[in-house]
C-alpha cells in the first residue's frame, strides 16, 4: 500500500471514467447521472458498456480508460494522468476501479519509456457500494443464467468467472485519494467487506438506504469535490435520473 502521506491533488481533473456494475450497462441511471454532472463543468465522460465476463470486461475497462487518455490528449504512461483523470465505480465497477488504480500507480515507466522511473499514485476514485472478493458468489451463481435489464442479452456464469475475478483483486494504493460510498442497507453486499478493506479511504457510510444507491444524486457535490469541482447541492438534485 502507499504511504499515506501521499499528497491530495487539489487541481481539477479533466475527464470521468464511469464503470457500471455487474450486468448493468452505460445507460442506467447511475451511469446517466454521472453523464450529466460531467456535462455541468463540460467534462467528457467515459462510459464503457462492461461484459460480464472477468477477461472481456477487464477488457473493456482498460479500452475505456486508453479512449480518455486520447480525448484528453495523454499518454497513459505520463504521471499526469493522475490528476488529470478520475474513475467512478459502482458495485462491481468499484472493483474494477480499484484494480485500475492499483495497475496505473504501479507502473514503472514513464513517457519516455521503461528507462524513465516515475513515482505514480493512479487516478483519483469513488467507489459506490463496491464488490469485495466477488470471487466468492461465483460458487452460487455458477451454471445460473441471467438477462441484462438494459441491453437483453443473456450470458451464464461459468468456471471460469472465478480466476478471471481472482486476477483482477487489489487493494487501495492511495486511500486519501479514494472516497468511498457505502449504504448499511445494501441488500446484495455485506456492507462491512468494504467498509474493511476501504477502512483508511475516505469513507462515507449512510445509514439505510440500498445496493443501488438511489440517493446517489445527494453525494454529486461530495464525488465532484473529489474531483476538484464545486456543484451547488441544488444543482445536484435537478440532475436525479428515475430507475427504469
Known sequence: MASPQSPVSTAPVRGLLYLHGFNSANCSPKARLMQRAAEQFGLPCVMPDIPPEPIAGQAAVDTAYHELCVQLALDPADPVCDDAIMVIGSSMGGFLATWLVAREAARLDG?????????????????????????????????????????????????????????????????????VLLATADETLDVNDAAGLYQECRLVITPGGDHGFAQLAEYLPAIMAHGGYRLAPDVAASLHVAPI
Do not use: M
Open 111 to 179: 513517457p519516455a519509456g521503461p528507462q524513465q522511473s516515475v513515482l505514480r499514485q493512479g487516478p483519483r476514485s469513488v467507489l459506490i457500494n463496491p464488490a469485495v472478493r466477488p470471487t466468492r458468489l461465483v460458487s452460487a451463481w455458477l451454471g445460473s443464467t441471467h438477462a441484462n435489464p438494459y441491453t437483453g442479452v443473456t450470458f451464464t456464469v461459468t468456471e471460469d468467472f472465478g480466476p478471471g475475478l481472482t486476477a483482477l483483486e487489489a487493494g487501495p494504493v492511495t486511500p486519501q485519494r479514494t472516497l
